[in-house]
């Protein structure tokens, strides 16, 4: 599986941005689906996870009520809709594939993509 993410760029605190992440292959919708997120000089941290139904979902505390992850299987596209952006959602935010539900490790997921940046600013 290969996954091309897309839709990174510059926000002023309190915008909007929607990242899309395409992956190749006749097989999406038995990976369940996430995004991870690396912050300058910090570790890889989990943002959210979908099923491959699309049916369920699964988010950090950080993002909450504020980021919504879904899935078009037809488009074997994944979407994150982030909103109320604040200055500390600025990082490179990674599209992943795996096969294990609600797992926060970015070991256990077996794709990645290239990463797609996104600023906020204050």
């Known amino acids: 599986v290969q996954l091309q993410a897309s839709g990174g760029g510059w926000v002023q605190a309190g915008g909007s941005l929607r990242l899309s992440c395409v992956a190749s292959?006749?097989?999406?919708?038995?990976?369940?689906m996430g995004w991870f997120r690396q912050a300058p000089g910090k570790e890889r941290e989990f943002v959210a996870t979908?099923?491959?139904?699309?049916?369920?979902?699964y988010y950090s505390d950080y993002v909450k009520g504020r980021f919504t992850i879904s899935r078009d299987n037809a488009k074997n596209t994944v979407y994150l809709q982030m909103n109320s952006l604040k200055p500390e959602d600025t990082a490179v935010y990674y599209c992943?594939?795996?096969?294990?539900?609600?797992?926060?490790?970015?070991?256990?997921?077996?794709?990645w993509g290239q990463g797609t940046l996104v600023t906020v600013s204050s």
């Open positions: 979908i099923s491959g139904s699309g049916g369920s979902t």
């Open positions: 292959g006749r097989t999406f919708s038995s990976y369940i």
């Open positions: 992943v594939a795996g096969a294990r539900w609600m797992v926060r490790t970015p070991g256990a997921y077996d794709y």
